[in-house]
């Protein structure tokens, strides 16, 4: 796992790092010097699956159960001990306000217990920056698409914490929108890696689905019309639906998605004038948008980069990476008062740079 250079030359320092958000508990350890040394991961996907989405008090429940035997899993991967941790950062906001608290909760009161400094990390901030936990970094500034369940942003990342919101969603986030049509679909939970794996049977232009806000001339998108245009065609159907058919409507689908995606990526290095472009969040795992954007990069002469693949999603990895960032440029950014609260909501370019 590589070493962010710029971390490498300020003393070592061993950050644990706790995620919550959502429907994955994760827990890793980062050095900044030797770079990543373990992470462990327990995902809620089959808790919620009966449910087609996640059930907040479940998950509340869950990641109190997963987290301590976590922690002792990367603790011996890494082979060091509790006390040789010197801060622990956690996932502060936004996301599910019950699966926030265990998080928080259990990082200060190990914070307490360890006498060591605790930090709020903001999971977008996290995303952002998994892709430079992968083995060619790259260098700031870019452009970033972050793609995930819950949010669709493009912005200008200038340093950590140096965001600019470039343009977002509307209404629903590309993974929602994936979620969503792949339950129209009566496909299993989460949808995004089960409409994908769908497509790959379909027949290209069978149907054709809406690209909504491709030529809105701004960054913004919008996906509530293309999950309804899919209901629209499922609806329309007067026979049962065939797999078949089923795959070809994911596949009109994956190719709408994707297609404004990448128009708009391109549309977003044009107007700031970069070349580098930084893919993070859940969709970022898509293999059609990667295919998409690997050619277009290799056309249009940009580079494209990519979290590598279990940093995709969420995890504990880049909030120990984030959290260590943080404080390589500002050790006070961690602070041994021990009374936490959380942000269920909060905007991504209220972070000072640092
Ligand atoms: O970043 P993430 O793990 O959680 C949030 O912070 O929201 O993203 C989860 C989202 C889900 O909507 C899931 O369907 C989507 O990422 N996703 C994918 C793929 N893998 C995960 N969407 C499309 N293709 C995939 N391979
Ligand atoms: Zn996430």
Redesign the pocket.
């Known amino acids: 796992m590589a070493v962010c250079k710029k971390l490498a030359i300020s003393p070592a320092m061993l950050v644990l790092g706790v995620e919550s958000s ?1 429907d994955e508990t994760g827990l890793a350890l980062y050095d900044t010097q030797r770079g990543l040394l373990a992470h462990a991961l327990h995902s809620q996907v089959a808790m919620h699956e009966e449910y087609g989405g996640v059930v907040p008090e479940l998950a509340s429940r869950d990641h109190i159960r997963r987290a301590i035997p976590l922690l002792e899993q990367v603790l011996q991967k890494a082979g060091v001990a509790r006390g040789d941790i010197d801060a622990i950062a956690y996932t502060q906001g936004p996301g599910l306000a019950g699966a926030l608290l265990v998080g928080a909760s259990i990082a200060c009161g190990l914070g307490l217990a360890l006498d060591k400094p605790v930090l709020g990390v903001h ?1 977008l901030e996290g ?1 952002l920056l998994s892709p430079l936990l992968a083995k060619e970094p790259p260098e700031f500034p870019f452009v970033a698409l972050l793609i ?3 949010h669709t942003q493009l912005m200008r990342v200038d340093g950590v914490g140096g965001y600019e919101l470039l343009g977002e969603t509307l209404d629903d986030a590309a ?2 929108a ?2 969503k049509s792949a339950k129209l679909l009566g496909l299993g939970y ?4 089960a409409i ?1 794996r769908l497509a790959e049977f379909g027949d290209s232009g069978v149907y054709t689905l809406p690209r909504p806000m491709l030529h809105s001339k701004d960054l913004n998108f919008s996906f509530s019309g293309l999950k309804t245009a899919v209901l629209t065609v499922v609806k329309n159907q007067t026979t049962n639906i065939c797999e078949q058919d089923k795959a070809n409507i994911a596949r009109a689908f994956v190719e709408a998605i994707v297609d404004v995606l990448v128009a708009k990526c391109l549309a977003a290095l044009k107007q700031t004038g970069m070349k580098r472009l930084v893919i993070a ?3 970022g ?3 059609q948008l990667r295919e998409a954007l690997n050619a277009a990069a290799a056309k249009r002469r940009f580079k494209v980069y990519y979290p590598e693949l279990e940093f ?3 995890n504990g990895a880049m909030i120990a990476f984030a959290g260590a960032m943080r404080l390589q440029r500002d050790p006070k950014a961690a602070q041994r008062d021990y009374a936490f609260n959380v942000r269920p909501r909060w905007p991504l370019d209220e972070l000072r740079r640092v």
């Open positions: 959502c999971h995303h995930s369940g819950g993974g929602e994936f979620d989460p949808g995004g890696p994908s969040g859940g969709v795992a898509n293999r995709c999603t969420d």
